[in-house]
């Protein structure tokens, strides 16, 4: 295939993104660098409250990701008519707002009802199942009261799911009814928490639990044109996800399964997103892979999420310096030449650096001596000293971000492991709260 230079800037400088994107999300310094790079302005539509003046000085529009609708109608009246080259969405709440405000705008993006889909684990296992792609058994329940299991056609071993949120929060296998009853009970402390009810996510009062499905996990991101599906990448996942918690941590790509196996997740990976309705912009999705066939776990309307896209390099040549996946997203977003470069032929990985168990983060030490392990191109500790983070499955944050590129997919995993375990994180465990009228010491006072 010839491809059209991917140097040039020129006249690009009319070039205008609007990105939609959590106020302190990791991926917008990227972002930024990428469209000083190319000459494109970005317009930030972000989460920020309305009733600051600007606190982040990025001049971003305000809005309300929860309703999404009312969102987008809100920076397409903040627009003025302004005209916009591109939109694209970071995380999977401002992906909705996002959809409806390309709508308005008339630029290739996703239908809004597509989006809606990805965001709920119950309509995107309905779409799945009436599409005939594989899905397990699944049922919808409130968290509240608890379903009794005997009754409510429940099977074992079986996965409970919040219906919205992301980055495996709240998922947890059981085995057996003792287990589902205490990971339901677990569920719905989480779902009711001050934290995850200011999020306004819906369907906070719902559940999902399905059958388990045994077998390998990799993580697919991909790039739609008009209804076609280019694979940028297929990512596998070295660490089992069997439970009873799915936090995730390695990836590594290229993918080292049969290119047999690999041609079917791509096969799957498009009736998947055929099934849903998605047409034109980035897309992250899991697959389980058994002797059964290829099994969609979930597809999103975004790309991949947190720092983890630095492990993503594209080359259109061997003259050209490789470009991140953010130059190409936007790229292609704003219809510019270079977005079908194909990525770099050197293996690469990262690890989301997992939290071993909830607490303060104390201290992070021998940090220059991960760093300094072979092959390792970067380390960055996202998780900040003296504060709190929660372990899976109430937890979503890492506590940073191990990446490594080498010539072989054995070798970038070898070298993130390595590092991984020169790292030492003090976490100290939260004193639970009292009321002061109690008079009584905390466990272990």
């Known amino acids: 295939m010839n491809r059209e230079p991917v140097s040039s800037t020129a006249n690009n400088t009319a070039k205008r993104l609007l990105l939609f994107t959590a106020k302190l999300g990791y991926q917008t310094r990227s972002f930024e660098e990428a469209a000083r790079k190319l000459g494109v302005q970005l317009v930030y539509v972000t989460d920020r409250c309305h009733e600051l003046e600007d606190p982040w000085g990025d001049q971003a529009i305000p809005a309300h990701f929860e309703s999404p609708e ?33 709508r308005a705008l008339g630029v290739p993006y996703n239908h809004p009802a597509a989006v809606e889909a990805c965001r709920s684990k119950l309509r995107m296992r309905e779409v799945f199942r009436d599409a005939g792609l594989p899905v397990p058994w699944f049922r919808r329940f409130l968290v509240a009261p608890l379903p009794e299991p005997s009754l ?3 099977f074992f071993p079986c ?37 995850i009810r200011s999020t306004r996510e819906p369907y906070l009062d719902q559940m999902i639990v399905e059958g388990y499905i045994p077998g390998r996990e990799v993580a697919v991101e991909g790039l739609l044109s008009d209804g076609t599906l280019r694979i940028l990448a297929i990512f596998d996942k070295p660490d089992p996800l069997e439970g009873p918690y799915f936090e995730e941590t390695i990836y590594v790509t290229p993918s080292r399964l049969p290119q047999s196996a690999q041609n079917q997740i791509e096969k799957c990976a498009g009736e998947a997103t ?11 999705a899991e697959f389980r892979i058994n002797d059964e066939g290829i099994w969609p776990i979930e597809v999103a309307a975004r790309p991949i999420g947190g720092l983890c896209a630095r492990a993503l390099r594209f080359c259109a040549s061997e003259a050209e310096p490789p470009m991140g996946l953010e130059e190409l997203l936007l790229r292609h977003a704003c219809r510019m030449p270079g977005s079908d470069a194909p990525r770099e032929s050197e293996a690469s990985g990262v690890m989301m650096i997992p939290v071993p168990h909830g607490g ?16 390792i191109t970067d380390l960055v500790i ?5 504060d709190y983070i929660a372990a899976w499955p109430e937890g979503s944050s890492y506590l940073g971000f191990l990446f490594a590129r080498g010539n072989t997919p054995e070798e970038v995993e070898r070298s993130i492991r390595e590092a991984h375990q020169k790292l030492r994180f003090g976490i100290t465990p939260r004193l639970p709260v009292e009321h002061p009228a109690t008079h009584r010491l905390p466990v272990g006072g």
Request: charged share 20%; glycine share 8%; no cysteine.
């Open 274 to 284: 055929r099934a849903l309705g998605l047409t034109h912009g980035p897309i992250h």
């Open 159 to 195: 996965v409970l799911k919040p219906l919205s949120l992301s980055a495996s929060q709240g998922v947890m296998r059981a085995n057996s009814q003792d287990e589902f009853l205490a990971a339901a009970s677990r569920l719905r402390r989480l779902l009711e928490s001050a934290e």
């Open 152 to 154: 409510a056609g429940i």
């Open 70 to 102: 009312e969102a987008a109608h809100g920076v397409i009246e903040k627009l003025r008519g302004q005209e916009m080259s591109g939109v694209l969405a970071l995380g999977d709440r401002p992906a909705a707002a996002a959809a409806y405000a390309a």
């Open 382 to 386: 996202t998780a900040r000293l003296h």
């Open 360 to 375: 303060i983060v104390e201290s992070v030490t021998q940090v220059e001596s991960a760093r300094a392990t072979h092959l």
